[in-house]
């Protein structure tokens, strides 16, 4: 099963650019990898999802170089309520079922 | 996007008693659904992947006796703490996946606050 490696938190200010890379070595070729946001007592809520290269959407962008060991999550201009918690998710197939198991995330706080 | 839905929100119970979850997807068929329990300031761990009128396969360290999971329709899914305790307080949080292959869709359920007195 592939896991995840994230940093345990990052700071930022408001309207800053702001990168989250997911470290993620044992990818297996048919994996997806899926960025979640999560606000307290909340459930996590998808971002974006992508398979390699480059995915954007309309609140982020999603970058994954070619042996997709990694990948950034790079979230335009933050705002306070950009203040979450982030989890890189990697599709972990096991007998053809996909078991969604979260890491540990990152904590972003962005300060006025 | 689709959405799932968690019921009761929030619940308080007295030790030893039972408390049932609810987890729907509300315009979506869910082949899959997860049972996930967070404690404060933790990451999400899953307890348990149901699919669809077969048994529930439990993540080893979940007692599968406690945590009784339903999974009686593609649209429910149903959590039962059964002799809940303190230690059983948390939030639990459902997942419901549609389609059958990747990339999948997963959606996630605003979660449950289960606090045991």
């Known amino acids: 099963l592939a896991k995840t490696t994230q940093p345990i938190s990052m700071d930022s200010y408001e309207g800053q650019e702001v990168n989250i890379t997911c470290s993620h070595n044992n990818i297996a070729t048919n994996d997806y990898i899926t960025w979640y946001q999560q606000f307290p007592s909340q459930g996590p809520r998808f971002i974006i999802q992508?398979?390699?290269t480059k995915v954007t959407n309309e609140v982020a962008s999603l970058f994954i170089p070619a042996d997709r060991k990694s990948s950034t999550l790079s979230l335009p201009r933050v705002s306070l309520s950009d203040t979450a918690v982030y989890y890189c998710l990697v599709g972990a197939s096991s007998g053809g079922s996909y078991i969604p198991t979260f890491g540990r995330g990152t904590s972003l706080i962005v300060h006025p | 996007g689709a959405v799932v839905s968690q019921h009761p929100s929030w619940v308080i119970c007295k030790s030893g008693t039972s408390v049932k979850i609810e987890c729907r997807s509300l315009d979506f068929q869910a082949t899959t659904m997860f049972w996930y329990r967070q404690f404060p300031k933790q990451s999400l761990m899953l307890m348990a992947t149901?699919?669809?009128?077969?048994?529930?396969?439990?993540e080893q360290g979940v007692e599968k006796d406690k945590f009784l999971i339903n999974h009686a329709s593609l649209t429910l899914s149903t959590l039962t703490v059964t002799s809940a305790h303190p230690e059983d307080s948390s939030f639990y949080i459902c997942?419901?996946?549609?389609?059958?292959?990747?990339?999948?869709?997963?959606?996630f359920g605003p979660g449950t606050r289960l606090t045991v007195t």
């Open positions: 149901s699919n669809e009128g077969s048994k529930a396969t439990y």
């Open positions: 997942s419901a996946r549609e389609g059958t292959s990747e990339p999948y869709e997963q959606y």
């Open positions: 992508g398979y390699k």
